[in-house]
Antibody, heavy 120, light 110 residues
Framework: QVHLQQSGPGLVKPSQTLSLTCVIS??????????WNWFRQSPSRGLEYLGR?????????GYAVSVRSRILIKSDTSKNQFSLQLNSVTPEDTAVYYC??????????WGQGTLVTVSS | QSVLTQPPSASGTPGQRVTISCSES????????VQWYQQLPGTAPKLLIY???QRPSGVPDRFSGSKSGTSASLAISGLRSEDEADYYC???????????FGGGTKLTVL
């Protein structure tokens, strides 16, 4: 049973960096069968894919066009976790952020979600 | 870029059968498979249907999926009050190299 535990601040000031971490149990961040994704959900934008990382002989990273200039996803094998950094945030980045595993083409395990509010 | 269109709302009474549609605008997404997710209030989405018709273990057989061309459907039979949730269709778009979500359908059990 895979479990994803998210952590990070719930309040970020405009223009600063949003940082979230997703700790994995029951699987490995360097699994050659899985990918590790970030999403967000807001009333205005619905559910939105942000990016992912996966290991297939080397590390791969992919980002959604909408955030490509501001996003960084990292993997940490020593802590079996992956993280999201979103730079230069604005109030439009206010959302519930989720991490999720994709396995065999399905998003089969999700973190609990973190509400991040961008406000001064 | 693919767009998945769902009706914003659906409703039914206990015991009824309801269907939720999902129409894909771009037939060149490279995706043959649609997934469906159920999101109960205040929780993360949960995988309900994968590869158009398959149910993960633990999902009741009251839930079924189908796909024809660029249209997919989720059917819920024997509707129960606990089915009241938001339902999303999702695909992996090869041209975008990203996940695409429908706008979601809010199901109300009257």
């Amino acid at each position: 049973q895979v479990h994803l535990q998210q952590s990070g601040p719930g309040l970020v000031k405009p223009s600063q960096t949003l940082s979230l971490t997703c700790v994995i149990s029951g699987d490995s961040v360097s699994s050659v069968s899985a990918a590790w994704n970030w999403f967000r959900q807001s009333p205005s934008r619905g559910l939105e894919y942000l990016g992912r990382t996966y290991y297939r002989s080397k590390w791969h990273y992919g980002y959604a066009v909408s955030v490509r200039s501001r996003i960084l996803i990292k993997s940490d094998t020593s802590k079996n976790q992956f993280s999201l950094q979103l730079n230069s945030v604005t109030p439009e980045d206010t959302a519930v952020y989720y991490c999720a595993r994709s396995f065999d083409g399905n998003l089969d395990s999700w973190g609990q979600g973190t509400l991040v509010t961008v406000s001064s | 870029q693919s767009v998945l269109t769902q009706p914003p709302s659906a409703s039914g009474t206990p015991g009824q059968r309801v269907t939720i549609s999902c129409s894909e605008s771009n037939s060149n997404s490279g995706s043959d498979y649609v997934q469906w997710y159920q999101q109960l209030p205040g929780t993360a989405p949960k995988l309900l249907i994968y590869r158009n018709t398959q149910r993960p273990s633990g999902v009741p057989d009251r839930f079924s999926g189908s796909k024809s061309g660029t249209s997919a459907s989720l059917a819920i039979s024997g509707l129960r009050s606990e089915d009241e949730a938001d339902y999303y269709c999702v695909i992996w778009d090869d041209t975008l190299s990203g996940w695409v979500f429908g706008g979601g359908t809010k199901l109300t059990v009257l």
